[in-house]
């Protein structure tokens, strides 16, 4: 930590104006002061510090005034985009949800197709005991016919 670095740490920990310091001695008071971030280049490297004498002008009154105004248009303007987002997000998580179900359908159908066509190629293989072989063929086909009735049923 250079010795610049060091003297702002120690200035950060200086009271504010007008706190006591360590019993009945107090600072002055020059009145408020704020951050020094502004979007207006003419009024960038002006004092922010306000004494009270300050505040008393009209033109100061009328410029915090502005700036009040200006700072109330604007939020009123960002509630309008927050509650759009919110509207949007909500549609969002609902199409996603509807999505969820139509996945899991598309699921079981290449489940049941597969396993329908596997039991139906087996058949041939069950055809000489007598009986399996059709029973294997009729399994199988109502199989892929369940799982496509169900999922023509979904959509």
Excluded: H, N
């Amino acid at each position: 930590m250079t010795q610049d670095d060091s003297a702002a740490q120690e200035s950060k920990l200086q009271p504010a104006s007008g706190q006591e310091v360590g019993g009945s001695a107090t600072v002055p008071v020059t009145g408020p002061s704020a951050a020094v971030a502004g979007r207006r280049a003419a009024l960038r490297d002006l004092r922010r510090e306000l004494s009270d004498d300050d505040l008393k002008s009209p033109g100061v009154q009328k410029m915090l005034l502005d700036e009040l105004e200006r700072a109330d248009s604007e939020c009123a303007d960002l509630r309008g985009f927050r509650d759009r987002f919110y509207d949007r997000d909500k549609a969002a998580a609902m199409l996603e949800e509807r999505l969820k179900p139509a996945t899991a359908v598309e699921i079981l159908f290449g489940v049941g197709v597969g396993l329908g066509g596997a039991i139906v190629g087996l058949a041939p293989l069950f055809w000489q005991d007598g009986a399996k072989g059709p029973i294997c063929l009729g399994i199988g086909l109502v199989v892929i016919l369940g799982s496509t009735v169900g999922r023509i049923a979904r959509r």
